[in-house]
């Protein structure tokens, strides 16, 4: 399945999406689609209300609980800040390697 998701203001698709997928997955996909680094979230809005979806959250199933309204709900890829390898790093502070979970068969157009 596809999954739409508005990026810097550019619809981007990304294919292989099913109701397993997870939205760090997408991100994931996205960000590396891209080529940028950093923390993103996904948003799902609809009209002038917004809200951040959980990395585990699935988006397919997120759009189907909108029902007919589905179509009018964008997903947007929003950046929160720095990856943790951007970030200034002091002697006292352990640096914890960041998490990728990357499914393949996601792809990006």
């Known amino acids: ?4 998701v508005w990026v810097d203001g550019v619809q981007r698709i ?3 999406v099913t109701e397993v997928t997870t939205c760090q997955e997408v991100v994931i996909a996205l960000a ?6 950093g923390r993103y979230t996904l948003i799902e809005k609809w009209r002038d209300t917004e809200r951040h979806l959980a ?3 699935n ?3 997120s759009l189907n609980k909108w029902g007919q309204y ?3 709900v964008q997903l947007i890829l929003r950046r929160t800040g720095p990856s943790l390898s951007e970030r200034p790093t002091s002697d006292s502070v352990a ?9 393949q068969s996601l792809s990006f157009h």
């Open 14 to 16: 990304v294919c292989g």
């Open 95 to 103: 640096r914890i390697p960041e998490r990728t979970l990357y499914r």
């Open 59 to 61: 988006p397919i199933i």
């Open 1 to 4: 399945m596809e999954l739409k």
């Open 32 to 37: 590396q689609a891209i080529g940028r680094t």
């Open 70 to 72: 589905a179509s009018d």
């Open 55 to 57: 990395p585990h959250e």
